[in-house]
């Protein structure tokens, strides 16, 4: 007896795989491309001196990182129609959704490794005879990206995971395509453990390229 067999599964089934995997994929790229964008800008605005443009981010920032991204997820894709009128398709929904959530936890991110820099560096470069935005660019940018990266893969990773999601307003992801085999077949722990090593073989190099980035980027000052 094959494997499609036992598992109830036909050749078209793996194709649905191959597809949802590429679903799950396109769906967390975008959203992590709009999501890293708008949460640098935000968190560079979180760097400024001046305290009252400091904390106007936080007006967006503090609500997504503090309420479950499913409610976010649902306010999108249910809410916005019944309040502004907008009704979004599943795809741009979820996209939306996700890259929202990303972008906070992101700017986050960024305040933090900005910070973490000495203020003798900013000192440095002042003295040296660069302007703020110089001495940003030349000497703290590059320093607070080396705490960065490994910090936003990791985020990365995380948000590929929370993309499971997405499958609750009716997106045929990984997640939906298990759900509907599973019910199919009735060989659930199955059919969801396919599910888990697609989603490990995707995620396991990122992660292994986190930890790989945080010892060769780590130093002390």
Same mark, same amino acid.
């Given at each position: ?73 649902? %306010?999108?894709?249910?809410? #916005?129609?019944?309040?502004? $009128? @907008? +009704? ?7 996209? &939306? /959704? *996700? ?60 948000? %590929?995971?929370?993309?499971? #999601?997405?499958?609750?307003? $009716? @997106? +045929? ?7 509907? &085999? /599973? *019910? ?38």
């Amino acid at each position: 007896m094959s494997f499609y067999d036992y598992a109830n599964l036909t050749g078209n089934d793996a194709m649905q795989f191959l597809r949802a995997a590429g679903v799950t994929l396109y769906i967390t790229f975008m959203s992590l491309l709009i999501g890293t964008i708008v949460g640098v800008i935000l968190g560079l605005i979180r760097c400024s001196r001046n305290k009252v443009v400091s904390v106007l981010p936080l007006v967006v920032i503090e609500p997504l990182r503090n309420s479950p991204l499913v409610t976010q997820l649902f %306010l999108v894709f249910y809410g #916005l129609p019944m309040i502004g $009128g @907008i +009704m979004l398709d599943p795809f741009p929904a979820a996209i &939306l /959704a *996700l890259s929202l959530n990303t972008a906070a936890f992101m700017a986050v991110l960024v305040h933090n490794s900005v910070s973490a820099i000495p203020e003798g560096q900013w000192e440095a470069g002042l003295a040296l005879g660069h302007s703020r935005i110089s001495t940003f660019i030349n000497v703290i940018s590059r320093q607070a990206l080396r705490l960065l990266v490994p910090q936003a893969i990791t985020l990365y990773i995380s948000q %590929l995971q929370c993309s499971s #999601l997405v499958a609750l307003i $009716g @997106i +045929m992801d990984l997640t939906k395509l298990g759900q509907n &085999l /599973a *019910l199919r077949t009735l060989k659930p722990f199955l059919i969801y453990g396919i599910v888990f090593l697609i989603y490990y073989v995707i995620s396991s190099p990122l992660s292994r390229l986190a930890k790989s980035l945080e010892k060769k980027l780590s130093f002390h000052y």
